[in-house]
């Protein structure tokens, strides 16, 4: 068997946010769940990666000093550390990054954190789309974890605040397909296909109306779901339009709105109440995102969604398996009759 070169059993990226003991200990660990590191072999001397890799003797002694008392090195005076168990254990201490924390966040939240083993610990922050606090959050906080579920703030400094983080163990959640789908594996939203889809699965429906909106509101960043929109009007079913603000005057009765903000989405209602029109008749309304209050509101809204469950469900388990993969998550409509 060809041996092992220090470069084979540890890997250095100083340019991580991880620190540098950690960083050896992370890899040590690896090599021994992957194989390559067997009882009893032994391990490189401190002397000697504090020279490979021209590192401070103590970040070295700090790494051996914590895989000797998790069991799994030890020493012996005059001859060096060697490998005495192979059951690593190491727990994934998960660095999770959400936008904002919203009804069907918590959804999704809970669908990670139900379906991740005991081992795991996870540990939520927020970035208020704000690309400051997504890089201020990722430099500060992300060196105490070893596994980083992120919802990336797409922009043009993104790819490099991701760099920072250990590519290995990076997953990327709900935004990016089109942007970093090649480079990150993870569980995205396909935000233009599934608006197209539904839209052209529901023909019969939205020629019941005049006319059809997009209500969009100014600053949100998922300009995907208008390209997929705007892909649907190319139909000429209906006449429509992208408003980016809601006009109570302008509603007429006919008119069909997809709604992101559940502002609009009130606004909406009470003028077909003030009006005495019935939803999905004399005007029609489609919401975004799934809640458990939309099923009881009126008689219900029809509401196209993510399966924030499933979502969870299948990040949970890329993480837990390592598999580096590109899914696109289910996009379902709930048909309250409101459309």
């Known amino acids: 068997m060809k041996a092992k070169t220090i470069s084979d059993l540890i890997q250095i990226d100083t340019s991580l946010t991880t620190p540098v003991y950690r960083q050896i200990v992370q890899s040590i660990s690896r090599n021994i769940d992957n194989g390559v590191l067997n009882k009893d072999d032994m391990l490189p001397s401190v002397n000697q990666i504090s020279a490979e890799f021209s590192l401070a003797r103590g970040s070295v002694f700090s790494a051996y000093n914590e895989l000797r008392s998790s069991g799994i090195i030890d020493s012996i005076p005059g001859k060096g550390y060697f490998v005495v168990s192979t059951e690593t254990r190491q727990k994934k201490k998960i660095f999770l990054l959400f936008s904002t924390f919203t009804p069907y966040k918590e959804t999704l939240y809970n669908a990670l954190l139900n379906n991740l083993p005991e081992t795991c ?3 939520i922050y927020f970035h208020h789309h704000s690309i ?3 890089e ?5 906080q992300a060196a105490y974890y070893n596994t980083y579920v992120i919802m990336p703030e ?3 400094n993104t790819v490099g605040i991701l760099s920072k983080l250990d590519h290995k163990h990076t997953f990327l959640l709900d935004v990016g397909l089109k942007e970093y789908r090649e480079d990150y594996p993870g569980v995205y939203q396909n935000f233009e296909k599934d608006i197209f889809s539904i839209l052209m699965d529901s023909e019969t429906l939205v020629r019941k ?3 059809l909106f997009l209500l969009f509101p100014d600053g949100l960043r998922t300009r995907d779901i208008v390209s997929g929109f705007q892909k649907f009007t190319k139909k000429k079913i209906i006449p429509t339009a992208v408003r980016g603000a809601l006009s109570m005057a302008d509603i007429q009765k ?3 709105f997809i709604v992101i903000d559940d502002n609009h989405l009130v606004d909406i209602i009470l003028a077909a109440r003030e009006k005495n029109w019935q939803l999905g008749k004399d005007i029609g309304v489609i919401s975004y995102n799934e809640t458990n209050l939309k099923s009881v509101i009126g008689n219900g809204i029809t509401t196209i969604t993510t399966d924030f469950v499933a979502m969870g469900k299948t990040m949970a388990e890329m993480v837990v398996s390592g598999k ?4 696109e998550n289910p996009f379902v409509i ?6």
């Open 121 to 123: 610990s996870l540990d």
């Open 132 to 134: 400051r606090m997504f």
């Open 136 to 140: 201020t959050l990722i430099r500060e």
């Open 154 to 156: 797409v922009g043009d």
């Open 209 to 211: 109306y005049k006319r």
């Open 254 to 256: 006919g008119d069909a």
């Open 324 to 327: 580096r993969e590109v899914v």
């Open 334 to 339: 709930i048909d309250r009759k409101s459309f």
